[in-house]
């Protein structure tokens, strides 16, 4: 591996290439900061390595190698991608690693400014631990939590370099990228909801229309005010379901980001029941929080386990929560002027709501729903879904049609159903099995209706609009 340290022309080449790239890389999720000219030369200063690979005029990545405690090293260097072959973004990690070496950096910190998960399994190998590092003194405008990783004393390699996913997860947020969260319901894809990028390239991953808005997590009630125009109606089904699957649509304070509510005058808040979830937004700040719409493409079927969300590949990283509780998504309820209705039937029934407000609750519409999104068609697998009172009405059989009901039967393919076959059961395995159908390729999906139950307008909800031909 040759490493050349760059002259002052080729350092502006540099900053030129690394411009059109990352205007450039954009669409394709990144953090989308442009780093000015000014800014790189500041880094430098401080002692960094800028590490940059070239190839005509494109730069396929960056890195940057900092003398732990002493920052008075000046160097860049410009390393030849022609010497790599293939796994470009190993071999400059490789690099990375010989110029903190060359160089005799000791206990060097080598700071990641785009944050890639390879990267980090990729130092792990050379024994380095992951941190998330607050106080670098690079880190505010240029990368406000930039991961570093720290080369350890010993050279037993770092085993788990995800030891603190949510460090790692925090880091990838601050820097606009996108995070597969679980949460109680279904898999969020969690973006920084106050970086308008970001939340744009969480429409752009989704294939999402612009004017379908997003719900923002809080990490608790505490929260509320800070999006959302105060209501007692609020604070008292705060109090009695988050966290948990409600999300709540009030009017919202002047700041929150027309991306975030499609230009509404109304912002969804939820407070999601999953420790993972919301121990990563509570390390945002009591101001901070994420949009996270369900993580798979618009109209799509939900995901409800990490390998969904890793198999619909719209998250830079996911967040292994283990497979979520619920299964399906939040009760969705309206707040406005005293007149509270429910938007997208949930875990949460109208029932309690009712209980806690004392007082009745419009039941969904029916027909064009008032939440913007909620499509006649939707979490739609490709299999075409039949919904059934019983096995008796099922009258097409055959290897590519399939059953999800109590029991199994013969000349179908019958997926694995929960015993007894009750509507909240059936939340938890439903997204799953609608996956399995196209898994399998079967043409055609029949699903039993389960019996009465908390969750039974939910799961009908979903499975008429799961059926609902476009
Ligand atoms: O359980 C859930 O709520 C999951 C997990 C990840 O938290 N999230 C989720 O997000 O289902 P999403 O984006 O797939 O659905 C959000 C729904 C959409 O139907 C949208 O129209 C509605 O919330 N919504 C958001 N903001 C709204 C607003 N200001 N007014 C009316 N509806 C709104
Ligand atoms: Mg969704």
Redesign the pocket.
């Known amino acids: 591996m040759e490493i050349r340290v760059a002259d002052e022309t080729e350092f502006g080449r540099v900053v030129d290439l690394i411009h059109r790239s990352w205007a450039s890389r954009v669409d394709h999720r990144s953090s989308g900061h442009r780093f000015t000219e000014a800014e790189l030369r500041q880094i430098v200063k401080e002692g960094a390595v800028v590490l940059v690979a070239v190839e005509a005029d494109r730069v396929w990545g960056s890195a940057t190698v900092v003398p732990a405690g002493d920052m008075a090293e000046i160097a860049k260097v410009v390393v030849d991608p022609s010497a790599f072959g293939s796994g470009l973004g190993d071999s400059l990690m490789n690099a990375a690693h010989d110029a903190a070496v060359a160089i005799g950096f000791d206990n060097a910190l080598l700071g990641v400014s785009l944050f890639q998960p390879e990267l980090v399994r990729w130092y792990a190998r050379f024994g380095y631990v992951v941190e998330v590092m607050r106080t670098y003194s690079h880190a505010s405008p240029l990368s406000p939590a930039p991961i570093v990783m720290t080369r350890r004393a010993s050279t037993e390699p770092a085993s788990v370099p995800a030891s603190d996913p949510i460090g790692i997860a925090v880091a990838a947020i601050t820097h606009g990228q996108l995070v597969g ?1 679980p ?1 109680e ?4 894809l969690a973006a920084d909801a106050t970086n308008p990028m970001a939340v744009r390239s969480v429409f752009a991953a989704k294939g999402r229309p612009l004017d ?4 923002v ?1 809080i990490a608790s009630k505490r929260s509320l005010d800070h999006w959302t125009v105060h209501s007692d109606d609020a604070h008292r089904l705060a109090d009695a379901f988050w966290p948990g ?1 409600l ?1 709540m ?1 009030l009017p ?1 304070q002047t700041h929150v980001l027309d991306e975030v ?2 230009g ?1 005058d ?3 808040v ?1 407070v ?1 029941r999953h420790p993972l979830a919301l121990g990563l937004i509570a390390l945002l700040g009591p101001t901070g929080g994420v949009v ?4 798979n493409p618009f109209g799509g079927v ?1 995901p409800t386990t990490p390998d969904h969300v890793r198999a619909d590949g719209l998250a830079h990283i996911v967040i292994d929560g283990g497979p979520t509780t619920i299964g399906v ?2 009760t ?1 309820v ?1 707040l406005m002027d005293g007149d509270v209705q429910i ?2 039937p ?1 875990a949460i029934t109208a029932q309690q709501i009712e209980a806690v407000l004392a007082r009745s609750v419009s039941p969904v519409s029916t027909g064009p ?6 499509l006649e068609s939707h979490y739609a697998p490709k299999a075409g879904v039949k919904v059934v009172a019983d096995a008796s009405e099922i009258t097409q059989r055959g290897n590519d049609v399939g059953y999800l009901g109590p029991g199994s039967l013969s000349d179908v393919v019958s997926l694995n159903a929960p015993s007894p076959y009750t509507a909240s059961a059936l939340a938890t395995v439903l997204y799953a099995r609608l996956r399995e159908a196209d898994d399998l390729g079967l043409r055609l999906l029949y699903v039993v209706s389960p019996p009465a139950g908390d969750l039974l307008s939910a799961v009908a909800d979903r499975l008429t609009r799961a059926a609902h031909e476009p």
Do not use: F, N, Q
Request: hydrophobic fraction near 30%; proline fraction near 12%.
């Open positions: 969260l949460t319901t279904v898999y969020g379908h808005p997003l719900i997590h699957p999300t649509v919202r509510t499609g509404r109304t912002v969804a939820r999601p996270a719409p369900s993580a939900s998504e939040s969705i309206e938007l997208r949930g729903s008032r939440a913007p999104g909620m």
